[in-house]
């Protein structure tokens, strides 16, 4: 049974919704400079997705969007494990996690 | 009354994900992601039925991934150290690329037909309960879940190796090796 909200709701709204964090993420990857932060940036974007996926599934009653849903998650834990493993190194041999600091190999 | 909920809890994933970009304290940005990503459950759970995923979003995002991040910050103190400014044209120049991203995103949208375009097989069961996500899950999608278990072991593998302190230095903690 398609879910109720969408009588009134259209599913585009969820696009947008979604659309809307999407490109907040984007923003925050753009304008920070602290590497913590642009990577929660990431995982908002990564977020947006998963709504996306969830709407629709539920849209047209496909449990497939859902399953996807969780292995975005897997990747995403994987993901978050190894970024923070590396930014502590970096912080650990320069002691700032800037992302300016970092562009040392351009010299 | 679903509907009006769903509006609100729209506006408020907005305005708590907009702070997350905002704010300047970066343990403020993970609390206000913490509540953005409690906000997206709410929608999983309330609106599009979809109860066990939503439950895992908690668990995994709010709960683990959101932890180990405030565990990093505060393990390294960054309060002391001032983030670097970028200058105000970057800041404008990002916002605006940032807005004709979501422009081009609207646009292409608004030209898409998202109606359904099939006859939807009605059945009892409710597509996001624990029952049918798992049969799919373990009969489907068997491998994929498969070398996610490998995937994890190499996470876990290449989180250790990175994190381990180098064999020569003689330094505790988070001291810089010279």
Avoid: W
């Amino acid at each position: 049974m398609i879910p109720e909200i969408f009588q009134t709701v259209p599913i585009e709204h969820f696009v947008y919704l979604s659309a809307v964090l999407f490109v907040i993420g984007v923003v925050g990857v753009l304008t920070r400079s602290n590497a913590i932060v642009i990577f929660m940036s990431v995982e908002l974007m990564l977020n947006s997705v998963n709504l996306l996926l969830v709407s629709f599934s539920s849209y047209h009653q496909d449990p497939a969007g859902q399953i996807f849903v969780f292995f975005i998650m897997a990747v995403a834990a994987a993901e978050v494990a190894v970024g923070l493993a590396i930014i502590t190194m970096i912080y650990r041999n320069t002691h700032s996690v800037d992302i300016n600091d970092m562009s040392r190999m351009k010299n | 009354m679903l509907t009006s909920a769903f509006y609100f809890i729209a506006f408020v994933t907005i305005f708590f994900a907009i702070m997350v970009v905002a704010s300047k304290n970066p343990i403020h940005s993970v609390l206000y992601l913490v509540l953005t990503f409690f906000c997206i459950s709410a929608n999983y759970i309330f609106m599009l039925d979809a109860t066990f995923v939503g439950m895992v979003n908690i668990i995994v995002y709010a709960g683990a991934i959101m932890v180990l991040f405030l565990y990093v910050l505060m393990m390294m103190n960054l309060n002391s150290i001032a983030e670097q400014k970028r200058s105000v044209l970057f800041k404008v120049s990002a916002a605006i690329s940032g807005g004709m991203l979501l422009v081009v995103l609207v646009a292409a949208l608004k030209e898409a037909n998202l109606q359904i375009q099939h006859e939807v097989i009605a059945t009892d069961q409710r597509i996001g309960s624990i029952k049918v996500l798992g049969y799919v899950l373990y009969s489907k999608y068997q491998m994929p879940f498969e070398i996610a278990s490998i995937l994890f072991l190499i996470a876990m593998i290449g989180a250790v190796v990175l994190g381990k302190k180098d064999a020569g230095s003689k330094t505790i903690g988070l001291e810089p090796v010279q």
